[in-house]
């Protein structure tokens, strides 16, 4: 049997009013919603489900330190035999990506599901202090360093005095992100940007401006993974987990080992190439998860779409709008389709409806491969996966 | 009500770096294997084995290695500090610490300027080691 794994379902949480849920759900009910679109759309239904992973910032203190023991009992999966509940940040679920492929691969189960929920925006839980000062980050806390934006404002200021990029270079970043959410209608901010109202927005954290902060949303998102056998029945192509690679280095940013170079997407990318065999020449679509402008700069250099200190070259003169060199971040991105506080789910979701040629007006041009990669905590740990329509 | 700044929950590897500050003494730690200086994490040296590791005070100076100027405070404790500085300092000896620079001119601040500790006494309980750009 041919158990190479492969993505056969995906599915995102409508959202109105700028991010925000409808009334009356729950983050439960958001996965609920989700897990069936998801299911319903490969043609598979719950009592398929034998593995679940699912991670989220929810119901702690609670019930939600044990999310996969909540999930598995709200949905009614019976006997799961697989489960994973890591949590490394916003990256998480391309690591769960990841550890889903190795168990299917390895017959400790057959279909997994993925899943996401938040209420962050309704329930107005999203702020910027109130973080305890506890182990590595009582420094900075007792300091006052905003998180995570403060984290990532220092991380940018380095790479600035290192390599030259400027307001202009995250602007550009922003602006094209926007263009791209124009065409996504479940995207948050919809109106096009300028560089101009992308530079004079409000500073938060210098050289950081809001325009180069990720949205604060609501949304939820699953993905569903089976063997290659058991998709040939199913209704939708299968996606093929081509490579992945995780690595993290630090919890707090002051321990970023160098602040001007995102080391760990150097080496969850380089894992995920090897693993592949293909190279960056061959990406024809690049999900990064964009929690702040810097972080795309940095993942693009340290990924190697160009070399370190360069990426204010490759981003300049909307190189990666629509229509332009590179597609970047189709959905809109965090900045601003929808950012639910872990983003990295829906760099799969966006990559997985790419490659299936789904996406209506932002749709590209025939994909094959598509990267996505996760940054999780402030600039802590990283994920890749490469997805393809062609098996290994 | 004014909120109260929030204060660090002293730990096994803090409790010498706050206690020696009420004395206006900057101490960190240092591994006796490789000659290295660090505060809290072990991330930024090959120091690994804990048995070698002392405490030691150390100059004070150091060169600023990022920072952030803070105009959406951590907070409503912060409110009034607004704008402010936070920065990451790699002192001489090595380590590299977090803390706020201390200044009237939040735009006159660059990467690799010289600092200096000072230590503020927030009561007799806390005092916080901050930086001031070296003259």
């Not at chain 1, 995102?262 to 090897?274: C, D, G, P, Q, V």
């Not at chain 1, 929690?291 to 693009?300: A, H, K």
Request: charged fraction near 20%.
């Amino acid at each position: 049997m041919d158990r190479e794994p492969c993505i056969v379902g995906v599915s995102d949480f409508p959202l109105t009013d700028r991010g925000r849920a409808a009334e009356g759900n729950s983050e439960l009910t958001i996965q609920k919603y989700c897990a069936e679109e998801a299911l319903k759309q490969a043609g598979l239904k719950f009592s398929d489900i034998d593995g679940l992973a699912v991670a989220g910032m929810w119901g702690i203190p609670g019930p939600g330190l044990m999310q996969p023991n909540l999930l598995v009992e709200y949905l009614g999966i019976k006997s799961p035999k697989w489960l994973e509940g890591t949590n490394i940040g916003g990256s998480t679920f391309l690591l769960h990506v990841n550890h889903a492929y190795q168990a299917i691969k390895a017959g400790l189960c057959d279909t997994v599901l993925i899943l996401y929920g938040s209420l962050q925006k309704s329930n107005m839980s999203r702020v910027l202090g109130d973080r305890p000062a506890l182990y590595s980050n009582q420094f900075e806390v007792v300091s006052g360093l905003p998180l995570p934006v403060g984290g990532y404002a220092l991380a940018a200021q380095r790479h600035m005095a290192t390599y030259g990029s400027t307001r202009e270079t995250l602007a550009e970043i922003a602006v094209s992100t926007r263009a791209w959410a124009t065409m996504n209608e479940n995207a948050a901010f919809q109106t096009p940007l300028s560089i101009d109202e992308a530079i004079s927005s409000k500073p938060i954290a210098s050289p950081l401006h809001r325009s180069d902060c990720c949205l604060v949303t609501d949304g939820g998102g699953a993905v569903v993974i089976t063997t290659h056998e058991k998709s040939k029945d199913l209704n939708t192509k299968p996606i093929f987990i081509r490579g992945f690679g995780e690595s993290n280095s630090h919890s707090s940013i002051n321990y970023m080992p160098n602040m001007a170079h995102l080391e760990i997407a150097t080496n969850s990318s380089t894992k995920a190439f090897n693993m592949a065999k293909l190279s960056v020449k061959d990406i024809d679509l690049t999900m990064i998860y964009d929690s702040f402008t810097i972080t795309v700069l940095l993942t693009l250099e340290a990924i190697g779409f160009c070399k370190l200190g360069e990426g204010k070259d490759f981003v300049k003169n909307q190189r990666t709008s629509p229509g332009g060199e590179f597609a970047l971040n189709t959905n809109g991105g965090g900045l601003s389709y929808c950012h639910p506080g872990m983003y990295g789910i829906f760099t799969i979701i966006e990559s997985t409806r790419q490659l299936w040629g789904i996406c209506g007006k932002r749709q590209l041009n025939s994909p094959q491969n598509a990267l996505c990669n996760g940054t999780g905590g402030v600039l802590s740990s990283s994920t890749t996966l490469i997805l393809s329509k062609e098996s290994n | 009500m004014e909120a109260k700044k929030p204060r660090p929950t002293i730990d096994p590897d803090s409790k010498i770096y706050w206690e020696s500050a009420k004395l206006n003494k900057l101490m960190v730690q240092y591994s006796k294997d490789t000659n290295e200086y660090f505060l809290y994490s072990k991330q930024l040296t090959n120091a690994q084995d804990s048995k070698n590791i002392e405490w030691k005070e150390v100059s004070g100076k150091g060169k600023i290695y990022s920072y952030t100027v803070i105009y959406a405070p951590a907070g409503p404790a912060f409110v009034e500090e607004v704008p402010y500085v936070v920065a990451s300092i790699t002192l001489n000896e090595g380590a590299r610490i977090i803390s706020n620079i201390i200044t009237d001119n939040t735009e006159n601040i660059s990467i690799g300027d010289n600092v200096e500790v000072i230590f503020e006494k927030q009561d007799d309980e806390f005092t916080i080691p901050k930086f001031i750009i070296s003259k």
